[in-house]
């Protein structure tokens, strides 16, 4: 157990380039945001972009898109045996 509570060197050093790596700068922006938040931002878009045109779905009762998360919140449920096995089948992830 002593591992665990101590500062182990290697798992120290990923700890220190994995959150360099994470907070590093965009180099295709001139702004100081992290490369992570302009993927974010990218996806973001386009969900918006290729979500939005569901709102116009009469079984559709809101569309939401925060980050890299999109929802489509329907008027009714879904047949919680059907629905899944389906999407599975077209490679959808719910």
Known sequence: RGPTFMANPLACAVAVASTQMV???DPHHNSQ????QSHVHRL???LRRNLQPAADLETVAHVRVKGAIGVLE???PL???KIPQRCQE????L
Do not use: I
């Open 79 to 81: 047949d919680n045996h």
């Open 33 to 36: 945001q992290p490369l992570w």
């Open 44 to 46: 973001e878009r386009e």
């Open 23 to 25: 907070l590093a700068p």
């Open 90 to 93: 077209l490679g959808v992830w």
């Open 74 to 76: 329907l008027q009714k």
